[in-house]
């Protein structure tokens, strides 16, 4: 079996996961599973856009690594692959923290970010819903430093594994505890404050997505104690003419929902170039 295909079986494997964890230790109880832009987020985010810019990182990651001399240095090649993982793990997850922190204090980034924010239900896969822009970039830069550092080809394969199930994971609507561990890794417990939209400002915490370490040391955690206070909603409030998708139980022929998914994703990438407000 190729590590590709057991890539994908394991990511394939942890979704079924987390919808049974989700069912049987909720965090918001009587959430839905086909909840508004389900089939949105599974079928034009996870899959056409995913593939399609997979297509175009990789596209150009190998035409640099075949037309330079960059990759010929190979300057951690001969490292042991668990250490070039956990090197890439690190380091790309330092540069999220500060990108993700940029994204909400930068108008223009912002645009490429509010998709991620829009769903007003969070789960296991409301995280796949990133605008394409933000997209090429974090993966341009997750993916670029493993070819042009020489690494062992199957490093791009764990690396894309284990940010797809912790992405999941850390936006799931799991009732999880993870006690002295929040103060190092993420988990949905703290991630859940940064997607909330109280009214407050508890979204401009939490930047962090495998390790709340950078929170902690950078003073943007925000971790109230889970048996007193509670996120209430989550979404865009502040930006009620954001398209979301149409509720599927409104439609009742498969190929209505596939178009209405078309629609809401073109919809939904064409907003983020709207004029901004005087």
Same mark, same amino acid.
């Given at each position: 079996?190729?590590?590709?295909?057991?890539?994908?079986?394991?990511?394939?494997?942890?979704?079924?996961?987390?919808?049974?964890?989700?069912?049987?230790?909720?965090?918001?109880?009587?959430?839905?599973?086909?909840?508004?832009?389900?089939?949105?987020?599974?079928?034009?985010?996870?899959?056409?856009?995913?593939?399609?810019?997979?297509?175009?990182?990789?596209?150009?990651?190998?035409?640099?690594?075949?037309?330079?001399?960059?990759?010929?240095?190979?300057?951690?090649?001969?490292?042991?692959?668990?250490?070039?993982?956990?090197?890439?793990?690190?380091?790309?997850?330092?540069?999220?923290?500060?990108?993700?922190?940029?994204?909400?204090?930068?108008?223009?980034?912002?645009?490429?970010?509010?998709?991620?924010?829009?769903?007003?239900?969070?789960?296991? @896969? =409301?995280?796949?819903?990133?605008?394409? *822009?933000? /997209?090429?970039?974090?993966?341009?830069?997750? %993916?670029?430093?493993? $070819?042009?550092?020489?690494?062992?080809?199957?490093?791009?394969?764990?690396?894309?594994?284990?940010?797809?199930?912790?992405?999941?994971?850390?936006?799931?609507?799991?009732?999880?505890?993870?006690?002295?561990?929040?103060?190092?890794?993420?988990?949905?417990?703290?991630?859940?404050?940064?997607?909330?939209?109280?009214?407050?400002?508890?979204?401009?915490?939490?930047?962090?997505?495998?390790?709340?370490?950078?929170?902690?040391?950078?003073?943007?955690?925000?971790?109230?104690?889970?048996?007193?206070?509670?996120?209430?909603?989550?979404? @865009? =409030?502040?930006?009620?003419?954001?398209? *979301?998708? /149409?509720?599927?139980?409104?439609?009742?022929? %498969?190929?209505?929902? $596939?178009?209405?998914?078309?629609?809401?994703?073109?919809?939904?990438?064409?907003?983020?170039?709207?004029?901004?407000?005087?």
């Amino acid at each position: 079996m190729s590590l590709q295909l057991l890539s994908l079986i394991i990511i394939s494997a942890a979704a079924v996961l987390m919808v049974v964890l989700e069912k049987l230790f909720p965090y918001t109880k009587g959430q839905r599973i086909f909840r508004e832009g389900f089939f949105n987020d599974i079928i034009m985010y996870s899959i056409v856009q995913s593939y399609l810019l997979g297509l175009i990182i990789f596209g150009f990651l190998n035409w640099v690594k075949f037309n330079t001399d960059l990759y010929r240095y190979s300057l951690i090649g001969d490292w042991p692959v668990w250490l070039q993982v956990l090197f890439f793990v690190i380091t790309h997850d330092f540069y999220i923290y500060w990108f993700h922190r940029w994204q909400h204090n930068n108008r223009f980034l912002w645009r490429t970010h509010e998709a991620h924010h829009s769903p007003k239900t969070v789960d296991w @896969l =409301s995280g796949a819903r990133s605008h394409s *822009l933000e /997209i090429l970039i974090n993966q341009s830069v997750e %993916f670029a430093p493993i $070819i042009l550092l020489g690494a062992a080809p199957e490093v791009a394969i764990y690396k894309g594994m284990i940010s797809a199930v912790w992405g999941m994971f850390i936006h799931s609507n799991i009732d999880v505890r993870l006690g002295r561990l929040q103060y190092l890794i993420n988990g949905p417990e703290m991630h859940r404050w940064h997607h909330s939209d109280d009214g407050g400002k508890e979204y401009q915490n939490n930047f962090g997505t495998k390790f709340a370490v950078w929170d902690w040391i950078f003073g943007t955690a925000f971790f109230p104690d889970p048996e007193k206070r509670k996120p209430l909603r989550f979404g @865009l =409030s502040d930006t009620p003419e954001y398209p *979301l998708s /149409i509720e599927e139980e409104e439609i009742t022929k %498969f190929h209505k929902v $596939i178009w209405s998914d078309i629609v809401s994703y073109i919809r939904q990438h064409t907003f983020a170039f709207r004029k901004f407000r005087k």
